[in-house]
């Protein structure tokens, strides 16, 4: 397990190129086996959290080979249905490949995957949904045991649009006989790539985007190429390093739409970001200034309201801003792990429940700390970036499973950052 050492203090300046997006990507993999050709996905991020998926297609029969940033993946020999439980472990996510695996093989058999970093994390609403549309489950022994030999479609309503939940029955329902609706659907950008990437191979889905998807069962799936959406959690950390330095830099591949929420908050802070339009691939310069402004209160909410996945990145510059902050978050029960590590570097940060009161000093202070959680972590490296003095973090398996080579897309734009490796 390695450690980041940054030294605090640099101007940040250059451009920086976002990679593709984490999850859409997932969810893209598993969609994958409902073909039997040949599928090339372009600029597929390389983090540990998609060569887990990947090691999954792998396990239940499809062929990988890989080209620089360029996935071929032949999924015609795949017929495993059972999900290999030290996977599923490893990533929760990998709960998505229950949907796929039930539309190609009829049935499927996963461990059930139980809580993680941030909080529970059920699934109550993924298990109604495919029993909605006909899927019969065992639970025993931690295992579901799932049927789906005569999938129909149906008229399903979300009590909350959870986005894996949404991805999951989309991706069951695509081989369902018949038309299903999913009602207060997840309307995250990551859903909508999830219907286009489906759409190219031939599917019949509609609506993602809004808060109703409707979904038209077909029988096969043909070959496809295509390309992922930029990582807008990822360009939204690229902006907070810049804001936490008083830094200017140009963070390239993005999708403004996608990151709205995220430059309006920011904007709050400072008047400092200018969308640059562009073909085939839009970016955003921002000019930081030399004092970022408290905000008065985020919440975080479903797309398209502010992201859970940018509280503690957008908490992290809330240290050093002037002035008084309250953060909210809605979305996930235990995800303010980052806060006693940021008060260690000198931060001034009280949480009560889901809210957090962020009193802005002057400058971090470098010390030890350790990343609990992915973005928690991202956004220690956030606050090592603006601190005095030298800041070690631990734990970078949790910041290495959403970001490929941080140190060194930092490091190409001015930050003193380097990854030691641990004995
Ligand atoms: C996805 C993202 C994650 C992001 C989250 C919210 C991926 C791989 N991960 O996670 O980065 O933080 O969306 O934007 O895309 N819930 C239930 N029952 C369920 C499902 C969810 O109660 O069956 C609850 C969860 O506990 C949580 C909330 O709904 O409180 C949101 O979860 P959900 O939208 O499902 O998030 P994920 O798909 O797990």
Known sequence: ??????????????????????????????????????????????LADVENMLLILLSIGC?????????????SDCS????PDKYVKEIRS???MLGAVLARMKKAVITYPGGCEIGQRPINLHLQGLKQLGVVINESHGYLECEAANMEGADIHLDYPSVGATENIMLAATRAKGRTVIRNAAKEPEITDLQNFINSMGGRVAGAGSNTITID??????????????????????LVSAAITGSEIVVENVCLEHIQAIVTKLRETGRMITPCKGAPVESVRIKAPQHLWAIDHTKTHPYPGFPTDMQALLMSALTVSKGTSIITENIFENRFKHVPELIRMGARIRTEGKIAVIQGVPRLKGAAVAAGDLRG???????GLNAEGE?????????????????????????DIEKLESD
Not at 63 to 75: F, Q
Not at 396 to 411: F, M, N, S, V
């Open 1 to 46: 397990m390695g450690k980041f050492r940054i030294r605090g203090g640099r101007r940040l300046e250059g451009s920086i190129r976002v990679i593709g997006s984490k999850n859409a990507f997932l969810p893209i993999l598993a969609a994958v086996i409902l073909t039997r050709k040949p599928v090339v996905l372009y600029d597929f991020p390389r």
């Open 63 to 75: 062929r990988i080979k890989r080209e620089n940033s360029t996935l071929y993946i032949d999924p």
């Open 80 to 83: 495993s249905w059972v999900i």
């Open 94 to 96: 990998s709960i998505v």
């Open 217 to 238: 069962g077909v029988e096969t799936f043909h070959e496809t190429e295509y390309t992922v959406i930029p990582d807008r959690i990822v360009a939204g950390t690229y």
């Open 377 to 383: 972590g991202a956004a220690l490296v956030m606050a």
């Open 391 to 415: 800041t070690i973090i631990d734990n970078i398996r949790h910041i290495e499973r959403g970001y490929d080579k941080l140190e060194e897309c930092l490091r190409s734009i001015g930050a």
